[in-house]
């Protein structure tokens, strides 16, 4: 099994730039999340989903977009890039009583 | 309101020697709590998780972790610590109940010294 496949590893934007990090998981599960991770902060739930066609706002939704037409696919839009986006952005899954499942992360910098 | 602190960013432990890694708590109800790890350039793997029951956990790579309700802690242990247990672990809590949403801790870097 794959698992949690995030795409691109990693990527530099100039400011104003937009962008989709994709995530894509093989597990069949219905919850997925996206979560961005600062140096010292730990991670910072962004969105997150809770089955195909249903998105909601976690702590730190501003500045991004999620869409999650399929089960499998949960990508983060990224509309106008601003240097506080300059971070490590993980997807992760789960399915019920189960623990997270995680990419291996998107390296974002933004200039 | 919920939330989770390490107050350690760095643990030194020779190898051999145990470790443990802290974590507190704060929620209103019933605690999960989980203890994932992360090695350089990866996401992070899950160890161990609390929801009920015995409050000692047993987890992935000789891990284990005390539950204590009366001091709000969760503190992960391993008798005997390897070089290659060196990483970034994460205490975190489950405050989504079924949705599953988790608040992390800030993280704390083990390294373990041969």
């Known amino acids: 099994n794959a698992g949690v496949t995030q795409t691109p590893k990693f990527r530099i934007l100039k400011i104003g730039q937009s962008m989709t990090l994709q995530c894509t998981q093989d597990m069949n599960h219905n919850y997925m999340y996206w979560y961005r991770q600062d140096p010292g902060m730990g991670l910072k739930l962004i969105y997150y989903?809770?089955?195909?066609?249903?998105?909601d706002k976690g702590e730190v939704p501003n500045g991004y977009n999620v869409s999650r037409s399929t089960t499998e696919d949960f990508p983060l839009r990224l509309e106008l890039a601003a240097p506080s986006q300059t971070s490590v952005y993980f997807c992760?899954?789960?399915?019920?009583?189960?623990?997270?499942?995680f990419g291996n992360g998107t390296r974002l910098t933004v200039t | 309101a919920q939330s989770v602190a390490q107050p350690e960013d760095q643990v030194n432990v020779a190898e051999g020697n145990p470790l443990t890694v802290k974590c507190t708590y704060s929620v209103s109800g019933n605690p999960y709590l989980f203890w994932y790890v992360q090695y350089p350039n990866r996401g992070l793997q899950f160890l161990l998780k609390?929801?009920?029951?015995?409050?000692l956990v047993k987890g992935s790579y000789g891990f284990e972790a005390e539950f204590n309700k009366s001091q709000t802690s969760f503190h992960l242990k391993k008798p005997s610590a390897l070089v290659s247990d060196s990483a970034l672990y994460f205490c975190?809590?489950?405050?989504?109940?079924?949705?599953?949403?988790?608040?992390f801790g800030t993280g704390t870097l083990l390294a373990v010294q041969p």
């Open positions: 989903s809770v089955g195909a066609g249903i998105t």
């Open positions: 975190a809590l489950n405050y989504g109940g079924a949705t599953n949403k988790l608040i």
């Open positions: 992760a899954s789960t399915g019920s009583n189960s623990p997270l499942h």
């Open positions: 609390y929801i009920t029951g015995d409050n």
